[in-house]
Protein backbone atom coordinates (compact mmCIF):
# COMPACT_ATOMS: atom_id res chain seq x y z
CA UNK A 1 0.00 0.00 0.00
CA UNK A 2 3.04 2.27 -0.25
CA UNK A 3 2.28 5.31 -2.88
CA UNK A 4 4.24 8.83 -3.35
CA UNK A 5 2.10 11.34 -4.53
CA UNK A 6 2.98 14.62 -6.11
CA UNK A 7 1.07 17.79 -6.78
CA UNK A 8 1.71 21.61 -7.65
CA UNK A 9 3.24 21.04 -10.74
CA UNK A 10 2.05 23.50 -13.82
CA UNK A 11 3.30 26.64 -16.63
CA UNK A 12 4.81 29.06 -14.92
CA UNK A 13 6.84 32.05 -16.11
CA UNK A 14 10.43 32.81 -15.73
CA UNK A 15 11.16 34.34 -12.32
CA UNK A 16 7.98 32.84 -10.90
CA UNK A 17 7.26 30.09 -8.34
CA UNK A 18 5.71 26.85 -7.65
CA UNK A 19 5.68 24.86 -4.45
CA UNK A 20 5.29 20.69 -5.44
CA UNK A 21 3.80 18.78 -2.79
CA UNK A 22 4.61 14.82 -2.23
CA UNK A 23 2.01 13.05 -0.06
CA UNK A 24 3.38 9.60 1.35
CA UNK A 25 0.96 7.04 2.17
CA UNK A 26 3.97 5.15 3.71
CA UNK A 27 4.15 3.61 7.53
CA UNK A 28 6.65 5.47 9.60
CA UNK A 29 6.80 8.16 7.33
CA UNK A 30 9.04 9.98 9.85
CA UNK A 31 11.53 7.49 9.31
CA UNK A 32 12.52 7.82 5.58
CA UNK A 33 14.83 9.97 3.68
CA UNK A 34 13.06 11.99 0.92
CA UNK A 35 14.64 12.85 -1.93
CA UNK A 36 13.12 14.94 -5.43
CA UNK A 37 14.58 14.26 -8.84
CA UNK A 38 13.30 15.63 -12.38
CA UNK A 39 13.72 14.64 -15.85
CA UNK A 40 13.86 16.76 -18.75
CA UNK A 41 12.82 15.98 -22.31
CA UNK A 42 15.47 13.54 -23.59
CA UNK A 43 17.86 13.73 -20.27
CA UNK A 44 18.57 11.67 -17.60
CA UNK A 45 16.71 11.69 -14.64
CA UNK A 46 18.48 13.85 -12.23
CA UNK A 47 19.21 14.67 -8.19
CA UNK A 48 17.44 17.75 -7.40
CA UNK A 49 17.35 18.24 -3.69
CA UNK A 50 17.20 15.83 -0.30
CA UNK A 51 16.25 15.46 2.92
CA UNK A 52 17.30 13.07 5.80
CA UNK A 53 14.56 11.75 8.22
CA UNK A 54 16.48 12.10 11.55
CA UNK A 55 18.38 14.57 14.03
CA UNK A 56 18.74 17.74 12.13
CA UNK A 57 17.16 16.88 8.93
CA UNK A 58 20.41 17.25 6.76
CA UNK A 59 19.25 18.96 3.24
CA UNK A 60 21.72 18.83 0.19
CA UNK A 61 20.81 20.46 -3.50
CA UNK A 62 22.20 20.11 -7.36
CA UNK A 63 24.57 23.04 -7.49
CA UNK A 64 22.32 24.66 -10.07
CA UNK A 65 18.99 25.11 -7.69
CA UNK A 66 21.43 26.21 -4.81
CA UNK A 67 19.44 29.04 -3.13
CA UNK A 68 16.37 29.06 -5.45
CA UNK A 69 14.98 25.81 -3.90
CA UNK A 70 13.84 24.75 -0.42
CA UNK A 71 13.15 21.57 0.60
CA UNK A 72 10.95 20.90 3.72
CA UNK A 73 9.54 18.12 5.24
CA UNK A 74 6.17 17.89 7.70
CA UNK A 75 6.09 14.49 9.38
CA UNK A 76 2.54 15.19 10.99
CA UNK A 77 0.98 15.20 7.36
CA UNK A 78 3.31 12.80 5.83
CA UNK A 79 4.03 15.18 2.95
CA UNK A 80 7.39 16.68 1.39
CA UNK A 81 7.59 19.99 -0.45
CA UNK A 82 9.95 21.58 -2.50
CA UNK A 83 9.51 25.35 -2.84
CA UNK A 84 10.90 26.75 -6.61
CA UNK A 85 11.75 29.88 -6.73
CA UNK A 86 13.08 32.07 -9.83
CA UNK A 87 12.08 29.34 -12.03
CA UNK A 88 14.19 29.48 -15.49
CA UNK A 89 13.16 27.21 -18.25
CA UNK A 90 16.30 24.78 -17.65
CA UNK A 91 14.30 23.78 -14.51
CA UNK A 92 11.41 22.61 -17.19
CA UNK A 93 11.13 18.72 -16.33
CA UNK A 94 8.67 15.99 -14.66
CA UNK A 95 9.73 15.96 -10.85
CA UNK A 96 9.69 13.26 -8.93
CA UNK A 97 9.59 12.14 -5.20
CA UNK A 98 11.26 8.94 -3.62
CA UNK A 99 11.70 7.10 -0.20
CA UNK A 100 14.36 5.69 0.97
CA UNK A 101 13.82 3.95 4.67
CA UNK A 102 16.33 5.72 7.07
CA UNK A 103 18.42 6.26 4.24
CA UNK A 104 21.66 8.52 4.39
CA UNK A 105 21.12 11.91 2.87
CA UNK A 106 23.93 10.90 0.44
CA UNK A 107 22.59 7.71 -0.17
CA UNK A 108 22.14 7.02 -4.51
CA UNK A 109 19.09 4.16 -3.92
CA UNK A 110 15.87 4.63 -3.63
CA UNK A 111 13.28 2.49 -2.21
CA UNK A 112 9.80 3.97 -3.55
CA UNK A 113 9.11 6.55 -6.46
CA UNK A 114 5.63 8.88 -7.56
CA UNK A 115 4.26 9.03 -10.42
CA UNK A 116 5.74 12.26 -11.42
CA UNK A 117 4.39 16.26 -11.85
CA UNK A 118 5.33 18.15 -14.56
CA UNK A 119 7.06 21.89 -14.12
CA UNK A 120 6.76 23.89 -17.64
CA UNK A 121 8.78 27.51 -17.47
CA UNK A 122 8.45 29.28 -20.07
CA UNK A 123 10.31 32.41 -20.72
Known amino acids: QVQLVESGGGLVQAGGSLRLSCAAS????????MGWFRQAPGKEREFVAVIGWNGLFSTYYKDSVKGRFTISRDNAKNTVYLQMNSLTPEDTAVYYCAANFQGPVTTSRYDYWGQGTQVTVSS
Open 26 to 33: IRSFSRYT
